[in-house]
């Protein structure tokens, strides 16, 4: 399922939010090249589970072990973009090009990508919903690195969207990645799929 | 380093293009000394004895104002989320915003303290040596309430405990600001101690910041 030298090993993970236990004794791995998809009905635990990954949530029980001395940093697409109104389209990109580490593509070029290419200098307030989804996607270009956390990533977006996502994940995969999605969707490409909250 | 000024620079010029924010602080630290007069009455005496407290009790206030702007922005838009998986650690991108919360809401009134000094019709030694006080006191202020912010960043109506749970830490700042300002020539005991406050604040308070933010992100 998983190939020898996995990036991350999740043993008897354990999550409760609230006083109530999302998931517990969940356990998976992620290979260079795998696409898991997280499935499973609204409140199974899905973007918590992501964010556990991240390490913003801390785990009740369970071990994450990265195959490293300490955890690699990841791409994260949450429902919030982290994008700037007021400023541009570039000025957002480049920002974070410089706090993550300009190892990816120039800010134009991820721009170009995601089909933004002409609206570079347009303040980012001025974005419909599918163009900052497109924004926050630009983002994961601009700075290289290994896993990717999406949650939802085709929420918002049109179909010609969907299949800009869908290149990514696989250029990504490709390329000696792993991607982790949160999705209702159908995305193609999945090695595994983990249902939460499955009765 | 890069991420530092990244995250510095991109928050004055944001505050660059909203503008107002700057000036609502200025105005504000002006109002409270161009009333005071009219509150006290037209006695200079009474007037210059009480200044140093007006100008330390305007700035504390008109900081305050700008405090909750700190992290809200960011944590609503997802920002703060990314920036845990940012190259430099949570603790530098505390600092980097405390610094920009230090340039654009005390710079603004240490510029517009001259304008106060003549309204409380301070003499130039006065004002010098409030300017000196505030220099050294202003960057204890901004430290403390980055905690305050963080702190109640989670929180729904958080922009109004903030400034409650710093008030007891801006205290002694308060308490040696205006010491700096009616010590005796020579005395130097206040302005060290003031300085030594804002160094102490400004080296720990991204740690209790971050680790703040961490816990409530949780």
């Keep these: 399922m998983t190939g020898p030298n996995p990036l991350l090993t999740v043993e008897n993970l354990a999550l409760a939010r609230g006083g109530r236990q999302l998931f517990a004794g969940l356990g998976f791995s992620v290979a260079p090249g795998g696409l898991l998809l997280l499935r499973g009905p609204n409140g199974a635990g899905k973007s918590s589970l992501l964010l556990t990954l991240a390490g913003i949530l801390r785990p009740a029980a369970g071990r994450l072990d990265w195959h490293a001395e300490e955890p690699p940093k990841l791409h994260v697409l949450s429902h919030q973009p982290g994008v700037k109104p007021r400023l541009t389209l570039l000025e957002n990109l480049s920002f974070w090009r410089a706090v993550n580490g300009p190892s990816g593509i120039a800010p134009q070029a991820a721009l170009d990508r995601v089909g933004l290419g002409d609206l570079g200098a347009l303040d980012a307030g001025y974005l419909s919903a599918g163009q900052t989804k497109r924004l926050a996607l630009a983002r994961l270009l601009v700075t290289d690195r290994r896993l990717w956390l999406l949650d939802e990533p085709l929420a918002a977006l049109d179909a010609e969207g969907d299949t800009l996502v869908a290149r990514l994940i696989a250029d990504r995969v490709a390329a000696g990645g792993a991607v982790i999605a949160a999705t209702h969707d159908d995305l193609a490409g999945a090695t595994q799929t983990l249902t939460l909250g499955a009765a | ?218």
């Design chain 2, 1 to 218: 380093m890069s991420a530092f000024v990244a995250i510095l620079g991109r928050d004055l010029r944001l505050a660059g293009r909203t503008g107002a924010d700057a000036l609502t602080l200025v105005l504000f630290f002006v109002m409270v000394g161009a009333v005071t007069p009219f509150a006290i009455g037209p006695d200079r005496v009474l007037l210059n004895t009480l200044a140093p407290g007006i100008v330390w009790i305007a700035a504390f206030l008109s900081m305050l104002l700008g405090l909750d702007r700190l992290f809200r922005a960011d944590e609503d838009d997802g920002t703060l989320l990314l920036l845990r998986q940012a190259a430099v650690p949570l603790e530098a991108v505390v600092f980097a915003k405390m610094l920009a919360q230090w340039l654009l809401t005390a710079l603004p009134v240490l510029i517009a303290s001259p304008l106060l000094a003549i309204l409380l019709s301070m003499d130039m030694a006065i004002w010098g040596k409030t300017l000196l006080a505030l220099l050294l006191g202003t960057p204890a202020l901004t430290a403390f309430g980055t905690i305050g912010a963080a702190v109640t960043v989670g929180l729904k109506r958080g922009g109004l405990l903030g400034p409650v749970l710093m008030l007891p830490l801006a205290i002694p700042v308060l308490i040696f600001g205006v010491g700096a300002i009616t010590a005796a020539d020579g005395s130097t005991a206040a302005v060290l101690f003031l300085a030594a406050l804002s160094l102490v604040s400004v080296a720990f308070c991204p740690f209790a910041a971050a680790l703040a933010l961490r816990v409530g992100s949780e």
